[in-house]
């Protein structure tokens, strides 16, 4: 079964080498059967926000358990408002999302948030607490209300904020204030307080947009290693193309809330490149250079 298919049913014009389109009808029988193989899987979902704006156009694709994945497109593709769907932050406009077979509504949201983890662009960290209790916080949507606010943890929680925290390389800075460490640590952070949810799902959104270089590799390497050890399927939105080619099995490409894109690294050409970054109306953009320095 290949890692990754993209099926859109608002197209009939195939965008860019690597992606499959199919028409709705096409949806029925195989195709249909296919989707409900993944882990993730959207059906005809997108987001349609109050001001008439498509953050994401109806778009149907499915997500393999294990896989790592990586969405590239410019600002205002679309990518955030994917993994928000995906997550429940946003509710579909239209469409539906199912996480393992669950199509998320109103009663399972805080059950299937559960089992799928965010990490952010910037860490979103509690900063005068400890890196430990950062942590414990993952463990949140397992406790009681009255837990929570408490912030009482079982010592089942300690154990396994410790394990987390180990896995990312930071139990020497475990009471460390979460504002005293680097970026490239405090993210690492971020990836233990979602590893503490025990995951089925990691979505990362620009989760090294705000990091350098050396920082930006040891994250995603983390998260890498975090998918192919644990079977953790991970989701990513990154402006790094050449990141997202490296560490991705698959990648998708959004531009304008629409899916343009789905395929290896190996399949993401010039052309395909044109059709994620080129802007309506403005020619420089058939240059990709000139169109990457617009993402
Ligand atoms: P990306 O993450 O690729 O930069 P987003 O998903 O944030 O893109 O946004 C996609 C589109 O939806 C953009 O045009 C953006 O302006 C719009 N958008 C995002 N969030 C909202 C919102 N809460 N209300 C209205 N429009 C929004
Ligand atoms: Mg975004």
């Known amino acids: 079964m290949p890692l990754i298919e993209l099926h859109m049913l608002n197209s009939g014009k195939k965008h860019a080498a690597g992606?499959?389109?199919?028409?709705?009808?096409?949806?029925?029988?195989?195709?249909?059967?296919?989707?409900?193989?993944?882990?993730?899987?959207?059906?005809?979902?997108?987001?349609?926000?109050?001001?008439?704006?498509?953050?994401?156009?109806?778009?149907?694709?499915?997500?393999?358990?294990?896989s790592f994945v990586a969405v590239i497109g410019p600002?205002?593709?679309?990518?955030?408002?994917?993994?928000?769907?995906?997550?429940?932050?946003?509710?579909?406009?239209?469409g539906q999302i199912r996480i393992d077979d669950e199509t998320l509504g109103p009663r399972n949201l805080r059950r299937i948030r559960s089992r799928v983890a965010m990490v952010f662009?910037?860490?979103?960290?509690?900063?005068?607490?400890?890196?430990?209790?950062?942590?414990l916080t993952g463990r949140l949507a397992y406790r009681s209300w009255l837990g929570s606010v408490l912030y009482l943890f079982r010592e089942e929680d300690?154990?396994?904020?410790?394990?987390?925290?180990?896995?990312?390389?930071?139990?020497?800075?475990?009471?460390?204030?979460a504002d005293q460490l680097s970026g490239g640590q405090q993210q690492r952070v971020g990836i233990a307080r979602a590893l503490a949810q025990r995951p089925e799902v990691i979505l990362a959104d620009?989760?090294?947009?705000?990091?350098?270089?050396?920082?930006?590799?040891?994250?995603?390497?983390?998260?890498?290693?975090?998918?192919?050890?644990?079977?953790?399927?991970?989701?990513?939105?990154?402006?790094?193309?050449?990141?997202?080619?490296?560490?991705?099995?698959?990648?998708l490409g959004l531009n304008g809330g629409e899916l343009v894109f789905d395929g290896p690294a190996e399949a993401l050409n010039e052309q395909a490149l044109k059709s994620i970054y080129h802007r309506d109306g403005v020619v420089a953009d058939a240059n990709p250079e000139l169109a990457l320095a617009h993402a």
């Not at 662009?121 to 942590?135: E, I, K």
């Open 121 to 135: 662009q910037h860490f979103n960290l509690v900063n005068r607490l400890s890196a430990m209790t950062n942590v």
């Open 158 to 177: 300690m154990a396994i904020a410790h394990e987390s925290l180990a896995r990312v390389g930071l139990i020497d800075k475990a009471w460390e204030r």
């Open 19 to 66: 992606a499959r389109v199919f028409s709705a009808p096409e949806m029925t029988g195989g195709a249909a059967e296919r989707h409900s193989a993944g882990l993730i899987v959207l059906c005809g979902a997108g987001k349609r926000y109050g001001n008439g704006c498509h953050g994401l156009r109806p778009t149907s694709l499915s997500i393999a358990k294990g």
């Open 75 to 94: 600002s205002g593709a679309g990518k955030s408002t994917m993994l928000r769907l995906i997550n429940g932050l946003e509710a579909a406009s239209c």
């Open 206 to 251: 620009e989760p090294v947009a705000s990091l350098d270089p050396v920082a930006s590799e040891e994250v995603l390497s983390l998260l890498h290693q975090i998918c192919k050890q644990d079977g953790i399927t991970v989701v990513v939105n990154l402006h790094q193309i050449e990141l997202a080619c490296r560490y991705a099995d698959r990648i």
